[in-house]
């Protein structure tokens, strides 16, 4: 958009505490999320993580959603 790539998250983002009128988003959320994804032919599941929260959320969402079959790739190098 102008001249700007735009990344989508398409399964959410982590928040593990409800956020201005939007549940909380945990792991177990996010996994769901791209697994139901899988129905898409030649879908992905990307999501946002802030950075501030603690990493061990992350690594069980990653690790959850490799164990779907999803490959992890730079934004640089997304098609």
Same mark, same amino acid.
């Given at each position: 958009?102008?001249?700007? =790539?735009?990344?989508?998250?398409?399964?959410?983002? &982590?928040?593990?505490?409800? +956020?201005?009128?939007?549940?909380?988003?945990? %792991?177990?959320?996010?996994?769901?999320?791209? =697994?139901?994804?899988?129905?898409?032919?030649?879908? &992905?599941?990307?999501?946002? +993580?802030?950075?501030?929260?603690?990493?061990? %959320?992350?690594?069980?969402?990653?690790?959850?959603?490799?164990?779907?079959?999803?490959?992890?790739?730079?934004?640089?190098?997304?098609?």
């Amino acid at each position: 958009m102008y001249g700007t =790539k735009v990344l989508p998250e398409n399964i959410g983002n &982590y928040e593990p505490e409800a +956020y201005n009128n939007h549940p909380a988003r945990l %792991p177990a959320d996010l996994i769901a999320s791209a =697994k139901a994804n899988l129905a898409v032919r030649d879908g &992905y599941a990307s999501f946002f +993580y802030h950075p501030y929260y603690p990493v061990q %959320p992350l690594k069980e969402t990653v690790e959850g959603i490799r164990a779907l079959g999803y490959t992890f790739v730079s934004p640089a190098t997304a098609g």
